[in-house]
């Protein structure tokens, strides 16, 4: 088993020095985990706030440190092969991304059915890093499944929690990191009086009544940084335009849904995709208008605040979209490829699956006078987290700037209440 050997430090803006292991470090410096360095984390968000090139290493190093932290200050028997084991984790749990992050999910779950998650697990089990971790003493499908949330070992189910769950060191990293990096202010959260008022009820993680505070602006964070860093209207504008070039590059480079190998998946990174954008015929305008920042305008956008079958199938059903799009381009007009419908729950919106601002579902305790732990519900002990108990959906539609007026008419018709973006 790998000892606790300590190699040297990193210097992270969040946390300060990182000291890393000799293991660590021989994961660290494998190809998997370096080709990192290379897939930013929040690609497209750069047009909006020039800071925002940090990259998946960064975050996967922070989010290595906070689960050591984490497992460390847990009141439970954990052995060091245990936080070893969830430091590791942490460090793997997103070398599975490809390139451009989370853009690159709206071409690998339509044509290969996988997302980020499933790559992640790949990568673990039958490169490098399989060998590694076999070397020292670790299974690689036990890390694997630990990196992406399946982890249910039983009676520590509660490990795998702090990798993936409503409360993991994954949000509590790219939270206060984004916000960071972006400059939007809205990461300004406690995570270490979460850390460290942390239990575990039921084999769960729980949050200690205590940091209620720095749990509620912890998930106000969450939902801020939403609105205002994943979903801008223009950031989402440059990510759309490269998801595109991706779709009509594949046939000029299959490799982008072809890779038959870990080792081919491994040459995409955001610099060889934009190489290959860049020459290809289908793409190159696309690139071209991105270096120019001649973006995707918003013609038309509407939250919606209560919940109508119609709306939640042009949110879920990707044909049903495509119908409205062709609908909304005829009606204008314009050609069909000309109009997008972008909603939050597309593949390439970050960390944005669910619908709207429903609170995540976290345990609480509190502690009775002989210290036994009390559970608690959430939203009954925070009028912030009541307060976010409701429904909203986003959704835009985008066009190029000379079709925006006819777009906007087109939609409005459809959608009424015209909410033009200028």
């Not at 847990?74 to 092969?81: A, F, T």
């Not at 959704?395 to 009424?416: H, S």
């Amino acid at each position: 088993m790998p000892k606790k050997q300590y190699w040297s430090f990193i210097k992270d803006p969040l946390y300060g020095y990182i000291h890393i292991t000799d293991f660590e470090r021989e994961l660290i410096d494998t190809r998997v985990v370096q080709r990192l360095r290379r897939i930013k984390q929040l690609a497209g968000a750069e047009y909006v706030y020039p800071g925002a090139n940090h990259t998946r290493f960064e975050h996967s190093i922070g989010v290595m440190y906070l689960a050591g932290v984490l497992a460390e200050s847990l009141p439970v028997e954990l052995s060091d092969d245990e936080i070893c084991m969830v430091k590791i984790a942490g460090l793997l749990h997103d070398v599975g991304h490809g390139p451009f992050s989370h853009l690159f999910e709206s071409i690998s779950t339509k044509y290969l059915g996988k997302t980020h998650e499933s790559f992640t697990q790949w990568l673990i089990r039958e490169t490098e890093i399989a060998d590694i971790l076999s070397n020292g003493g670790f299974s690689p499908q036990e890390i694997s499944d630990l990196a992406v949330g399946k982890y249910e070992r039983k009676g520590k189910r509660f490990l795998g929690q702090i990798i993936s769950s409503a409360i993991d060191v994954d949000k509590m990293d790219f939270v206060p990191r984004d916000s960071y990096h972006t400059g939007a202010g809205y990461g300004n959260v406690d995570v270490f009086r979460l850390i460290y008022t942390m239990d575990v009820l039921d084999n769960n993680l729980a949050v200690d009544m205590t940091a209620i505070s720095a749990l509620e602006t912890f998930i106000l964070a969450r939902v801020e940084s939403f609105r205002s860093i994943y979903f801008h209207k223009v950031a989402r504008a440059a990510q759309i335009m490269i998801a595109l070039a991706m779709e009509r590059a594949k046939e000029d480079y299959p490799i982008l849904v072809g890779f038959k190998s870990p080792d081919e998946f491994l040459e995409l990174d955001d610099y060889s995709v934009w190489a290959m954008l860049k020459s290809s015929k289908k793409s190159e305008e696309i690139l071209r208008k991105l270096e120019r920042r001649d973006l995707l305008k918003v013609a038309y956008s509407k939250t919606f605040y209560v919940k109508d079958q119609f709306i939640q199938n042009l949110f879920i059903n990707e044909t049903i979209r495509r119908n409205l799009e062709n609908e909304i381009a005829e009606t204008a007009g314009v050609d069909y490829e000309d109009v997008i419908i972008d909603v939050p729950t597309v593949p390439s919106v970050p960390y944005g699956h669910s619908l709207g601002i429903e609170p995540m579902e976290i345990p609480v305790f509190s502690r009775g006078l002989g210290g036994e732990k009390i559970p608690e519900k959430l939203s009954e002990v925070s009028n912030v987290i009541t307060a976010l108990k409701g429904f909203m959906n986003i959704i835009r539609i985008y066009t190029w700037k000379d079709l925006r007026e006819k777009v906007a008419a087109a939609a409005e018709k459809i959608f009424g209440d015209d909410q033009k973006t200028k």
